[in-house]
């Protein structure tokens, strides 16, 4: 079937794809059709013999049209190379045929003959993924391009099957078939990220969807539900499900959660037959997914990763989950253990060994693996990223063989790649650290070498510098460049007779480090004479070619070398090119390789060089095309224009055609910044060259040369090229690399896409001239395969090339048949071994990457003979020096040897006191350093003594400690306790809900620190506004009788006032005790409690509606101090118990050495005894070891000083030691030391005997040697007889000693009765144990329940106590509006009281009084005194205007005049009407004032309104929250009802008989303490009389009450009686009810006193005042007299000047109008000002005059006369401090005052006139 028919089967289905971006959830309608269309698309389906072409398919090059360039340019010969890095690019599909990805070419390898067959991709623009169908018989190819397609292939013919159109835009990025092969599903790479199911068979989309907005690495069917998938990649890992809807199947998502476990990128996972999934992760460890989110991590043993580095899952076989790392390791793990894994801490792993491991080798990274197709296979083939093919056999058995590498490759990037000047042989490097040499005539590898870093340049040696071409120089990334030898092993067999493997070998020749940075390029000069090498370290470095390279030196570039050329031959001198990645390009001359060496350094100033720093011209080149297109198409439209006025002959249309379009803006000129990377160039002619760039300039070939002007500095000069080459098809295509062809007619590029692009030249064409049509082929990955070698072999009969994406490929310029025929040869030739080669040693290596360049060993060279010669100069010095200070001695010598009196002295001789103070600070300076450095240590060794100590002494309290019995073998041990360590502080803290009293205390105490200030403020106010300040006189001396009739006054007022406190102090604590009306006896109420806990329907606690007290809720803190507690009372039992026992063993200490000192007595005794006499001794007690444990660690001088030479002794032995320890030398020293006490015991008890035996011996021979008489006899007879009593008597106490020491051993039994509550303890222990591991499950969540609990109540308390202060605040404005409305009432009241009876103006004060005006608000004061004028005069003005306005209606009188309220009316009183408006101003106030008031209680009525909604809202809340609590809390005691508590019974207690017999089941019994019941029976009875005696209290209760209220009824007539005489005998007495506590406490007032005193003086000095002032006031009048005629004098000129001012204030008038007002204004506020404060002086002397006369008045009556009738008696007069009215002047006195002030200032204006 064609393409063509093809193609239109395939377009005519129907496809709708609904794509969704989300990432959580996914879907896709599937198509809904009706029926008709279902049996149309039945009849379209696709045949399944059907299949494509590949011919017609494939890609093909890019040919230039016209060119006649053949289509078979090049011929693919072989793929040396492996794209590791890509992931998945290995399948299997058969036993023997691998495929995987090369570029653009799918490989089909055979593992056995190792032949290779090539598939190239159909779109040409890569290949993105693979994979086989499950039954191998096709395979899948996924695309890269514009819109790729997926190519499914059959094998093994190879034809195109299917071809998949349509499911992602730019590349597929993985591919994989379902469990039974008929779904594919495919995921696509940026931007789109599509995932698509394909029926595969009929070419149609089933089902499409977003997969994710990130990379995605793989995606894969379950093969256990065919509905669910699973998709990987970039930090995420999603769950697929196919699900039905009513619209259709659809594909939901659900992302995966990490939770606390860190994102990681997930490569490969494992779905289990339960749905769960296992992935891999970054850091080794496994993640078990349940749902979408991780359920356990898996790790191994002590918290190790499962594998080092990445690690995935690939396998689920035979009960074992397989998974491999970046390790090389393959381990499989217990797939049920893993399924059902769980994690019970905080750290979410479970820990888990792997059943089998295999290590495949340690610089392995496996990264994919497939499984052989054969049944039952265990057969592997695994991908390295390293760069190799594994075949494993992962069955795990003891015959398992050994993994095998099956091909190896470079890993990669190549780095260099260069071809032999002499065979078919091409040498490779890579940053694998290895270098490879294959044959690729016969297509094979012939040798690697590898080294220790990675190499990053290559060159073949020319055969002028080796002449067998078997010379390789390689650069590293360290900066070591290394000649290799390649010469055939199996020659050098015929030589020395070895056996050596392999068709070629590469032998070290020299290596030398020239650079510090990666060696990027070398080249030998024309001649062969000189090797350069160019580092990234900018620098190129010259050494001379010989048997050794020798350095000759180097020179600085302005940039990372990227390329090096030499001049050829047609050029005249020998120049080097530098091609540096920044865009500069060096030419420097050949340095002479005869020159002497430099001394200092290998810099080669001298060189001679030229300096080329490219500059982009590109945008300047597009703007030429720009302009020359527009002008081409100006004269076209012009040509075009011309042709029709011709054809139309109509001049009026030209007219309007000439009207053209405005034209666009031309291409501004770009300078790229960074400047675009250079990537390779090339001579042209001498001082010329080729460039290609990269970046924005990259689509040209530019010819550039040399300018003449070489002094301007290589990083600032800017330089153009003066020709460019534009290349098709190139601007995001550069050029990376370029070669030519021996005879140059072909031009080989290799391009940035890893294309290989072919140009056929001219020959001597070095402008490149014809350089116009060219030959494409995709080679390479498109996207990161960018071919940066490219080379032809000797004979131009191939071409080479290697990328970045580790392929590296071989192309032949000839068919293969041809190519056969004129080589006539299949392999290439490997040069022979030099001669004597075999007798060479092999050449030193620099394997250290920190060692030395050539320039940096130069330069330490340089420095240390620098600091050699430093050093003998130094040492000539100190030489001198030396000889100086015998010289110093010699003549101090002499010194000595003077008489005293020409003697010098010590600080004569000294010079100077600096040198002294200069060797101090040195030798300071130095113990300080020694003091450092032995600082660390001393510290390490007292650290170390500290471990030792706290791990072998201090980790015990008490060591266990044995008494043995004397006479038995009983014994009696200590109990061996821990040291103690306190517990920690968060175990003991309980939890604690939050202090609401606290919160409400400090709400409280906030409201009323708000509160205060308020009312503070409101009665500074309040005095501010009603009081007048009032001036306080000063003292005047009294007489003595009057300060003693003052003084008892007040001793008596005092006393009076203490009764008075006290009697009301009493009152007040009896009204604090009085009880409120709804009030309970606490005793009452606690009773209450008492019995509403313990009586009534009790409910046990394994009732279902049971529920907790508060005070019995447990919880973990609580449960963790119960077992704190237990623990320290079974210490504290534990502890007692050892100090007895510890009492005992020191009693049998002294014990021991009492018998001891009586053994001795005895011995004594027996001494004088004969032999026959002697009563056996009994056996002496010894103090064992384990008695006395401490004594073991206890050591002198002499034991180490012993330990010492032991240790010495063994020195030999020390690797012995090593290995056995220390722990031999300690058991040697403790043997020996036991020794020795033992020899000390016997000595001890050895000697009295040898004393003794003497003793006896020397008796016995004078009792032979002598006859005794009777009385002699006699007495030895009594000597002997009292020895005899004394040694029964010792044998006796020593038996009794003993054996009381045995019974004291009874303590034995208390021991084991200890040992038996320990072990309930234990148990109770291990109970406590397993309700805190249940609380701790269940302390999250009420910890949760009560934490939203107290929040909720502390949000309650806190809008109570809001609402509380709210409610108080708004009481206490409530208060101040009732203040404000009492003050308004009273300033009415002072109106009124001002007016007087019968004023004839009181309508028209009144209302001046009740008129409103607006007033301007108080400003604040600033510090500018004149700007705050002018602003009060500017709103004074303003206000006047708006109060005009505003006002103007309440200002017109009954007929229609307006109220001026500003003057006064005739026949008025001035002072009243100032007295008015003052009085105006205070009611303004006050309204305002009230009007504030008002609407900051209208605010607080709100807030208490919304808080009080929000309060009910809280309240629910809470409740709810104290329900969840409470089940919580339920639910928690329910789970401890269900443990298992063990309590020990014995038979006789137990009292639950059924039948007269025990029953088996003993669930329904109650466990109960006999006391317990004991002590309800007798709680019973307590209650029957306790009820009784409750019914008689109350009885007696309610007839006291009844008594009680009959009392209070009398009291309250009794008292109403004692009121009523009392008030009559202050009416009798005074004349009204008077306060008696007051009058009580009036004392003398000295005030009145001293008024009148002061009254007496003022009068005296006012009359002699007057009497002077009528003098002067009489001389006043005279010169008054006098200054009136001077003044009429001035009235004549005053009216002429009159005239002139009027005239000037007619001009100025309009302009003066203003100011004049201002004026105005001011003068008069300064007058009201004055007029005011006059005012106010005379309110202050009138109110001083009326306290006068007050206090006068009732000093009058101070006798206690009653007063008459007609004069009502003055009420006591309060302190000045704090009046509550203002007195008001009456109109007589303010008439008075004011004529007196008005006098006063007439008088003082005459003055001043």
Same mark, same amino acid.
């Given at each position: ?102 570029g653009?070419l799918?490989v089909?390898?055979d ?7 090539y598939l ?11 994979t086989?169908?499950p ?43 379902n ?11 940026a ?59 659809k ?9 606390k ?11 289990? &037959?339960?749905?769960k ?13 349940? #749902? ?10 002590? #918290? ?9 899952p ?5 009960g ?20 059902t ?8 792993k479970?820990?888990?060994e ?24 265990f057969?592997?083939?695994?991908? /390295?990223?390293?760069g ?42 890579a ?21 220790n ?33 390649l010469?055939?092993?199996q ?8 056996s &050596?493997?392999?068709?070629a ?23 062969g ?10 620098t ?5 070619v010989?048997?050794?390279y ?33 865009g500069?390009v ?13 001394t ?19 945008s300047?080149i ?39 379009e ?10 790229? /910044? ?6 390779c ?8 060259f ?6 924005f ?9 040399f300018?003449e ?13 003066f ?7 190139a601007?995001n295509?550069?050029i ?24 056929? %030249? ?20 498109n ?21 970045d ?7 032949s310029l000839?068919p ?5 025929k004129?080589?006539?040869r ?13 007798n ?11 060692a ?17 010669e430093?050093d003998?100069?130094i ?10 200070q ?12 003077l008489p005293?009196?020409?003697r010098?002295?010590p ?9 002294n ?32 100590? /706290? ?7 008490s ?33 604690r ?44 001396? !009294?007489?003595?009788r ?23 102090q ?22 209450i ?34 077992m704190i507690?237990?623990?320290?009372k ?7 118990m050892?100090?007895r ?11 021991v ?15 004088h ?36 030479? !032991?240790?010495e002794q ?6 012995q ?12 020293l ?15 008890? #050895?000697? &009295? ?6 003793v ?11 006859d ?9 007879m ?33 021991k ?12 109770r222990q ?24 107290n ?36 300033l009415?009241a ?12 009181e309508?028209?004060l009144?209302?001046?009084f009740?008129k ?20 009060d ?77 929000k ?17 919580v ?37 109650l ?8 002590r ?13 005696q ?22 309250n007539v009794e ?15 005074f ?18 006193e001293? !008024?009148k005193?002061?009254?007496?003086l ?5 009359a ?7 003098a ?6 005279q ?71 007050r ?7 101070? #006798?206690?006369?009653v !007063? ?20 008001t ?7 008075? %005052? ?12 005459q003055g001043?006139?």
């Amino acid at each position: 079937m064609s393409e063509e028919n093809t193609a239109n089967s395939v377009g005519d289905q129907a496809e709708i794809t609904k794509t969704a971006s989300r990432e959580n959830t996914a879907g896709c309608d599937s198509e809904n059709s009706l029926t008709q269309q279902e049996d149309e698309e039945g009849s379209r389906r696709l045949p399944a013999d059907m299949y494509y072409k590949y011919e017609e398919l494939h890609s093909r090059p890019s040919i230039t049209p016209d060119s006649e360039i053949p289509e078979n340019l090049l011929h693919l010969s072989h793929t040396f190379g492996y794209d590791s890095g890509r992931r998945a690019n290995l399948q299997l599909l058969d036993d023997r045929t691998l495929i995987f990805i090369a570029g653009n070419l799918l490989v089909l390898l055979d593992v056995s003959t190792k032949e290779q067959r090539y598939l190239r991709s159909c779109s040409g623009g890569g290949i993105g993924s693979i994979t086989a169908h499950p039954s191998r018989q096709y395979f899948v190819v996924a695309e890269k391009g514009n819109q790729p397609n997926i190519i499914i292939y059959e094998y093994p013919s190879l034809r195109p099957y299917r071809i998949l159109r349509g499911g992602t835009e730019r590349a597929y990025s993985f591919v994989d078939f379902n469990r039974d092969g008929s779904l594919l599903a495919s995921v696509g790479s940026a931007p789109d990220y599509m995932l698509t199911l394909w029926d595969w068979r009929q070419e149609e989309v089933m089902l499409s969807c977003k997969a994710i907005s990130q990379e995605v690495y793989r995606v894969s069917f379950s093969p256990y539900n065919p509905e669910l998938l699973t998709s990987s990649g970039s930090a995420h890992i999603k769950f697929w499900k196919m699900a039905s809807t009513f619209t259709g199947l659809k594909l939901q998502g659900l992302i995966g959660h990490f939770g606390k476990t860190a994102a990681t990128d997930i490569e490969g996972y494992v779905e289990l &037959p339960d749905g769960k999934v296992v992935s891999g992760s970054d850091w080794g460890n496994l993640l078990l997914w349940d #749902g979408n989110a991780i359920k356990v991590e898996i790790c191994r043993k002590g #918290g190790r990763s499962c594998h080092t580095g990445t690690v995935q899952p690939f396998a689920l076989e035979d009960g074992q989950l397989m998974t491999f790392g970046f390790d090389g390791v393959v381990r499989g793990w217990d797939f049920e253990s893993i399924d059902t894994a769980d994690s019970n801490s905080d750290s979410s792993k479970f820990e888990l060994e792997p059943m089998n491991e295999m290590v495949i080798g340690h610089n392995v990274r496996l990264s994919s693996v497939v499984k052989s197709s054969t049944p039952d296979s265990f057969l592997w083939f695994a991908k /390295d990223s390293s760069g190799a093919i594994w075949k494993l056999d992962l069955s795990f058995t003891y015959t398992t063989p050994d993994p095998e590498c099956l091909f190896c490759f470079h890993a990669g990037a190549i780095q260099g790649l260069d071809v032999s000047r002499k065979s078919h042989m091409m040498a490779t490097t890579a940053l694998d650290r290895s270098v490879k040499v294959f044959d690729f005539l016969a297509k094979r590898e012939l040798t690697t070498s590898r080294f220790n870093q990675g190499g990053t340049a290559l060159s073949w040696a020319p055969t002028l510098v080796n002449q067998s071409g078997g010379l390789l120089v390689t650069g590293f990334e360290d900066g070591v460049v290394r000649l290799l030898e390649l010469y055939d092993p199996q020659r050098l067999h015929v030589v020395t007779g070895r056996s &050596p493997k392999g068709d070629a070998k590469l032998r070290l020749k020299q290596a030398f480090k020239p650079h510090n940075a990666p060696v990027t390029a070398v080249a030998y000069e024309r001649n062969g004479d000189i090797l350069a090498t160019g580092s990234s370290d900018c620098t190129v470095f010259f050494f001379t070619v010989g048997e050794k390279y020798n350095p000759i030196g180097f020179v600085r570039v302005p940039g990372p070398v990227q390329a090096l050329e030499w001049s050829p031959h047609s050029h005249n001198e020998n120049r080097l090119l530098i091609l540096c990645q920044s865009g500069h390009v060096v030419e420097v001359q050949s340095p002479d390789p005869e020159a002497q060496t430099p001394t200092k350094t290998f810099q080669l100033p001298e060189l001679s060089s030229r300096c080329f720093r490219f500059r982009s011209i590109k945008s300047r080149i597009k703007r030429e095309e720009e302009i020359a297109r527009r002008q081409a198409i100006k004269e076209k439209r012009e040509k075009e224009r011309e042709k029709r006025l011709k054809e139309s002959k109509q001049p009026d249309l030209e007219l309007e055609e000439e009207e053209e379009e405005e034209e666009e803006e031309l291409p501004a000129i770009y300078i790229p /910044d960074p400047p675009s990377p250079l990537y390779c160039g090339f001579y042209s002619q001498s001082g010329q060259f080729w460039l290609s760039m990269g970046g924005f300039d990259s689509g040209f070939l530019y010819h550039c040369k040399f300018s003449e002007r070489q002094d301007e500095d290589p990083v600032q000069r800017q330089d153009e090229p003066f020709d460019f080459l534009p290349v098709q098809n190139a601007d995001n295509n550069p050029i990376r690399s370029i070669t030519f062809s021996s005879n140059r007619q072909l031009l080989l590029c290799g391009m940035h896409s890893g294309s290989i692009r072919v140009y056929p %030249l001219q020959p001597s064409d070095h402008n490149l001239t014809s350089m116009q049509a060219y030959w494409e082929l995709s080679v390479h990955d498109n996207h990161y395969g960018h071919l940066r070698y490219i080379r032809c072999s000797h004979d131009d009969h191939f071409v080479l090339t290697a990328g970045d994406d580790g392929n590296i490929f071989s192309f032949s310029l000839l068919p293969p048949e041809e190519l056969q025929k004129g080589l006539q040869r299949k392999r290439a030739k490997v040069p022979s071994p030099r001669v004597g080669l075999e007798n060479e040693a092999l050449a030193q290596d620099i394997e250290d990457p920190a060692a030395y360049s050539i320039e940096t060993a130069k330069q330490k060279l340089e420095k240390d003979r620098l600091r050699r010669e430093v050093d003998l100069k130094i040492s000539a010095k100190r030489k001198k020096l030396v000889e100086l200070q015998k010289k110093f001695k010699h003549l101090l010598n002499d010194n000595q040897s003077l008489p005293e009196h020409v003697r010098l002295k010590p600080a004569e001789l000294q010079l100077d006191q600096r040198f002294n103070e200069q060797a101090e600070k040195v030798k300071a300076q130095r113990v300080r350093e020694v003091r450092k450095q032995l600082g660390w240590e001393m510290e390490r060794c007292c650290i170390a003594l500290k471990k030792l100590q /706290d791990w072998f002494k201090d980790s015990l309290e008490s060591k266990v400690i044995t008494v043995v019995a004397i006479c038995t073998n009983h014994r009696v041990s200590s109990y061996r306790l821990p040291a103690l360590t306190e517990p920690s502080a968060w175990l003991r803290q309980q939890s604690r809900p939050g202090r609401p009293d606290e919160d409400g205390a400090a709400t409280q105490e906030r409201r009323r620190s708000r509160a205060e200030p308020a009312k503070d403020s409101g009665e500074l106010e309040d005095d501010k506004v009603l009081r007048p300040l009032m001036a306080r006189p000063a003292g005047i001396k !009294l007489g003595d009788r009057q300060v003693e009739r003052l003084r008892k006054a007040a001793e008596k007022a005092e006393q009076a006032r203490a009764k008075i406190e006290k009697r009301q102090q009493e009152w007040e604590q009896l009204y604090a005790e009085k009880p409120k009306e709804n009030c309970e006896d606490p005793q009452d109420v606690q009773a209450i409690c008492e019995a509403k806990e313990n009586i009534g329907d009790l409910k046990l606690k394994s009732a279902k509606d049971f529920t907790v007290p508060k005070h019995l809720r447990m919880n973990t803190e609580r449960k963790i101090a119960e077992m704190i507690a237990l623990e320290e009372k079974i210490r504290e039992r534990q502890t007692e118990m050892n100090g007895r026992i510890m009492t005992l063993r020191d009693s049998k200490v002294r014990l021991v050495s009492q018998l001891h000192a009586q053994a001795q007595q005895l011995q004594k005794v027996q001494q004088h005894l004969a032999d026959h006499l002697h009563s056996p001794p009994p056996t002496l007690p010894t103090i064992l070891p384990e008695e006395t444990p401490e004594k073991r660690l206890r050591y002198s001088r002499a034991t180490l000083e012993r330990y010492r030479v !032991l240790r010495e002794q063994r020195r030999p032995t020390v690797e012995q030691e090593e290995q056995e320890g220390a722990a031999g030398l300690l058991e040697q020293l403790e043997k020996e030391m036991e020794g020795e006490e033992e020899e000390e015991e016997r000595g001890e008890e #050895g000697t &009295p005997c040898l004393s003794t035996s003497s003793v006896t011996t020397e008796e016995e021979e004078v009792e032979e040697g002598v006859d005794l008489s009777e009385l002699e006899e006699e007495l030895l007879m009594e000597k002997e007889i009292k020895l005899l009593y004394m040694q029964d008597s010792l044998l006796e106490e020593m038996e009794s000693s003993m054996c009381q020491f045995d019974a004291k051993l009874l303590l034995r039994h208390q021991k084991l009765h200890l040992d038996w509550q320990l072990k309930l303890a234990d148990l109770r222990q291990l109970m406590l144990y397993q309700e805190l591991l249940l609380l701790k499950e269940v302390d999250r969540r009420e910890e949760i329940l009560q934490e939203k609990l107290n929040a909720r109540m502390k949000e309650e308390n806190s809008i109570t106590s809001k609402l509380e202060e709210y409610n108080e605040q708004l009481e206490l404005k409530r208060r101040d509006i009732a203040k404000v409305h009492e003050r308004e009432k009273a300033l009415a009241a002072a109106f009124q009281a001002s007016l007087g009876e019968d004023n004839k103006f009181e309508e028209f004060l009144t209302k001046v009084f009740k008129k409103r005006i607006k007033r301007v608000k108080k400003k604040e004061q600033t510090e500018n005194e004149e700007e705050e004028e002018d602003s009060d005069e500017d709103s004074d003005e303003d206000d006047d205007w708006d109060d005009d306005d505003d006002d103007y209606e309440s200002d017109m009188e009954e007929g229609g005049v307006p109220l001026d309220d500003s003057v006064c009316p005739p026949g008025c009183d001035p002072q009243l009407f100032e007295n008015t408006l003052q009085l105006r101003e205070r009611r303004l106030d006050l309204e305002e004032l009230l009007v504030e008031e008002k609407k900051s209680a209208d605010a607080l009525e709100k807030e208490c309104d919304t808080l009080i909604k929000k309060e009910k809202t809280v309240k629910s809340s809470r409740k709810a929250a104290e329900g969840d609590l409470e089940l919580v809390n339920r639910e928690k005691q329910q789970k401890l009802n269900e443990l298992d508590m063990v309590i020990p019974f014995r038979l006789h207690q137990i009292e639950f008989v059924v039948n007269g017999s025990v029953p088996s089941d003993l669930t329904p019994t109650l466990v109960l303490n006999r006391m317990e019941l004991s002590r309800l029976q007798e709680r019973v009875m307590e209650l029957q009389a306790e009820k009784t005696q409750q019914k008689d209290l109350s009885c007696q209760a309610r007839q006291q009450h009844v008594r009680l209220v009959h009392d209070r009824k009398e009291m309250n007539v009794e008292i109403q009686v004692l009121e009523n005489q009392c008030n009559q005998l202050m009416m009798m007495k005074f004349g009204r009810l008077v306060d008696l506590e007051a009058l009580q406490t009036l004392s003398g007032n000295r005030t009145l006193e001293e !008024l009148k005193q002061e009254k007496l003086l003022q009068e005296a000095a006012n009359a002699k005042e007057i009497k002077q002032w009528d003098a002067k006031v009489e001389e006043e009048h005279q010169a008054l007299m006098e200054v009136t005629k001077c003044n009429t004098e001035c009235l004549l000129s005053l009216t002429m000047l009159f005239d002139e001012k009027s005239e000037l204030e007619h001009k100025l008038n309009a302009r003066q109008k203003k100011i004049g007002r201002q004026l105005q204004d001011f003068s008069r506020r300064a007058d009201q000002e004055e007029i005011w404060r006059l005012q106010e002086f005379v309110k202050t002397q009138s109110h001083q005059i009326e306290a006068l006369s007050r206090e006068i008045d009732l000093l009058s009556r101070k #006798g206690g006369h009653v !007063l008459p009738t007609s004069q009502p008696p003055l009420p006591p007069l309060a302190p000045l401090s704090t009046p509550q009215t203002t007195p008001t002047p009456s109109n007589q006195d303010q008439g008075r %005052l004011s004529k007196q002030l008005k006098a006063q200032k007439s008088s003082s204006g005459q003055g001043a006139n």
